[in-house]
């Protein structure tokens, strides 16, 4: 028989092992910072089934692998906050979900990625895509399209490589990118490149922000901040709502679509040192077609306050840059872009390719680093500066470096329209110690090429 004194110790020590015993991690919920690997079409299908490949996990990709009828891994209500490493694998993505496409405002191999702070951003990295999606929706509203993601916000998305084929068409707004379609907030996409061929055809409509259409060789929207870096495409990309049956209005670049546009003077974000090499074409059977070899549109900013100016700075284009078959009533056209607005700041950027105005109708503007320079009273008046040309176009002011300056914009500051080599010296004012550089052809090269 147990004394009193053992029963009690008994009863101590099992109350104490059954605590323990609670107080163990289920094991099927793998910790935060574990991280889970990727081997299949079906190890990926399962993120977001929370006890076992949970939105906010670590992820890893162990070897290339194909997508096939691909349903968007997480949606505005349950994003995607975690961690995506493709460990320079590939992924090869054949086209998605039938019913995704018609009926996900977010479309993507992720719908939509959120971090869950500036601090503990999602990240989606080192990852080539290989695409041949096709697809055509029938959606009632508009939509967000990126290979990558349909959406991202307080995320990192780099060291993307994109090949093959994407095409995507939509009587209503479509914003579309390579890597995303829009991008919002303290969001940057960075070190990445492409040789992907897109062709979208947007339709009309109330958007997701606005009734304007974007479409970008890596991002369609860029708002609220958002970042694009060391970006380079040298595929070749059209913006065709002329093949539409709904009219509408595009802005399109080699980069980005653009940023938010209207007449607001709030920072919408910056593209930095990206090129273009490709060609870019936009046509539209609405009011505006805007095509740029970096962007369609950028508007924001104050002439106090570099850090909030939208802005594009120490880019590139050598491809080509057209409307081609455009029926707008008012095309836009821009080497480096098409429309700098209410603020906005092109600088230390440069375009030696070809413009090709073709459209129904003449061009409003064009010129080939900024077609149309406009607006608003000071401190956000827009600039340009420290920029040149040296390619061709087949339209007059096509040659100038601004098109057509207008409002309150400043006039171009140190900008030139370049016909053959010249000397260092003829560049006044240009930093060649810590930004430029002679090339062996005779023209400015940034240093970072």
Same mark, same amino acid.
Request: hydrophobic letters at 35%; glycine letters at 14%; one cysteine or more.
């Given at each position: 028989m147990?004394?009193?004194?053992?029963?009690?110790v008994?009863?101590?020590?099992?109350?104490?092992?059954?605590?323990?015993?609670?107080?163990?991690?289920?094991d099927?919920?793998?910790?935060?910072?574990?991280?889970?690997?990727?081997?299949?079409?079906?190890?990926?299908?399962k993120?977001?089934?929370? #006890?076992?490949?949970?939105l906010?996990?670590?992820?890893?990709?162990?070897?290339?692998?194909?997508?096939?009828?691909?349903?968007?891994i997480?949606? #505005?209500?349950?994003?995607?906050?975690?961690?995506?490493?493709?460990?320079?694998?590939?992924?090869?993505?054949?086209?998605?979900?039938?019913?995704?496409?018609?009926?996900?405002?977010?479309?993507?191999?992720f719908?939509?990625?959120?971090?869950?702070?500036?601090?503990?951003?999602?990240?989606?990295?080192?990852l080539?895509?290989?695409?041949t999606?096709?697809?055509?929706?029938?959606?009632a509203?508009?939509?967000?399209?990126?290979?990558?993601?349909?959406?991202?916000?307080?995320?990192?998305?780099?060291?993307?490589?994109?090949t093959?084929?994407?095409?995507?068409?939509?009587?209503?707004?479509?914003?579309?990118?390579?890597?995303?379609?829009? %991008?919002?907030?303290?969001?940057?996409?960075?070190?990445?490149?492409?040789?992907?061929?897109?062709?979208?055809?947007?339709?009309?409509?109330?958007?997701?922000?606005?009734?304007?259409?974007?479409?970008?060789?890596?991002?369609?929207?860029?708002?609220?901040?958002?970042?694009?870096?060391?970006?380079?495409?040298?595929?070749?990309?059209?913006?065709?709502?002329?093949?539409?049956?709904?009219?509408?209005?595009?802005?399109?670049?080699?980069?980005?679509?653009?940023?938010?546009?209207?007449?607001?003077?709030?920072?919408?974000?910056? %593209?930095?040192?990206?090129?273009?090499?490709?060609?870019?074409?936009?046509?539209?059977?609405g009011?505006?077609?805007?095509?740029?070899?970096?962007?369609?549109?950028?508007?924001?900013?104050?002439?106090?306050?570099?850090?909030?100016?939208?802005?594009i700075?120490?880019?590139?284009?050598?491809?080509?840059?057209?409307?081609?078959?455009?029926?707008?009533?008012?095309?836009y056209?821009?080497?480096?872009?098409?429309?700098?607005?209410?603020?906005?700041?092109?600088?230390?950027?440069?375009?030696?390719?070809?413009?090709?105005?073709?459209?129904?109708?003449n061009?409003?503007?064009?010129?080939?680093?900024?077609?149309?320079?406009?607006?608003?009273?000071?401190?956000?008046?827009?600039?340009?500066e420290?920029?040149?040309?040296?390619?061709?176009?087949?339209?007059?002011?096509?040659?100038?470096?601004?098109?057509?300056?207008?409002?309150?914009?400043?006039?171009?500051?140190?900008?030139?329209?370049?016909?053959?080599?010249?000397?260092?010296t003829?560049?006044?004012?240009?930093?060649?110690?810590?930004?430029?550089?002679?090339?062996?052809?005779?023209?400015?090269?940034l240093?970072?090429?």
């Amino acid at each position: 028989m147990f004394s009193f004194f053992q029963k009690k110790v008994c009863l101590i020590l099992l109350t104490c092992l059954l605590v323990v015993s609670c107080s163990q991690p289920d094991d099927t919920t793998p910790p935060v910072d574990e991280i889970i690997t990727i081997y299949s079409q079906a190890d990926i299908a399962k993120i977001g089934v929370e #006890q076992t490949h949970p939105l906010s996990g670590n992820y890893l990709l162990a070897n290339d692998i194909v997508l096939e009828n691909w349903p968007p891994i997480g949606d #505005q209500e349950s994003p995607f906050t975690g961690v995506f490493d493709g460990d320079v694998k590939k992924i090869t993505l054949t086209g998605f979900d039938g019913a995704a496409v018609s009926g996900k405002t977010y479309l993507g191999i992720f719908g939509y990625v959120k971090g869950a702070s500036a601090s503990a951003k999602a990240v989606i990295k080192n990852l080539t895509i290989d695409s041949t999606v096709n697809a055509a929706s029938t959606m009632a509203g508009g939509q967000a399209v990126g290979l990558i993601t349909g959406y991202a916000e307080l995320a990192v998305i780099e060291n993307i490589t994109l090949t093959g084929t994407f095409a995507f068409k939509s009587e209503k707004t479509i914003f579309a990118g390579g890597v995303t379609g829009f %991008i919002s907030g303290d969001t940057l996409v960075k070190d990445s490149k492409s040789s992907l061929t897109m062709n979208i055809v947007p339709g009309s409509g109330s958007g997701l922000s606005g009734a304007y259409n974007y479409v970008g060789g890596f991002v369609g929207l860029f708002r609220n901040g958002a970042g694009i870096e060391n970006c380079h495409n040298s595929g070749d990309l059209i913006a065709d709502n002329a093949a539409n049956a709904v009219s509408g209005q595009v802005f399109v670049g080699g980069i980005a679509g653009g940023s938010s546009y209207g007449f607001i003077t709030a920072y919408q974000g910056y %593209i930095k040192d990206s090129s273009f090499t490709g060609t870019v074409t936009g046509r539209s059977a609405g009011d505006w077609t805007f095509v740029g070899g970096i962007a369609g549109t950028i508007c924001g900013g104050n002439v106090n306050n570099l850090a909030t100016t939208t802005r594009i700075e120490r880019c590139f284009v050598n491809g080509t840059v057209s409307n081609e078959g455009d029926q707008s009533g008012y095309p836009y056209i821009g080497g480096v872009v098409a429309y700098n607005y209410y603020g906005a700041l092109v600088s230390q950027s440069y375009f030696n390719g070809t413009i090709i105005s073709g459209g129904d109708n003449n061009p409003f503007a064009c010129g080939s680093v900024v077609g149309y320079h406009s607006q608003t009273s000071a401190p956000n008046n827009s600039r340009v500066e420290e920029c040149y040309s040296s390619g061709t176009a087949n339209i007059n002011n096509g040659a100038n470096v601004v098109g057509t300056t207008a409002g309150s914009a400043l006039s171009p500051v140190r900008c030139y329209t370049v016909t053959s080599p010249q000397p260092q010296t003829f560049y006044e004012g240009w930093d060649f110690v810590n930004v430029w550089k002679m090339g062996d052809d005779g023209y400015p090269k940034l240093k970072w090429q």
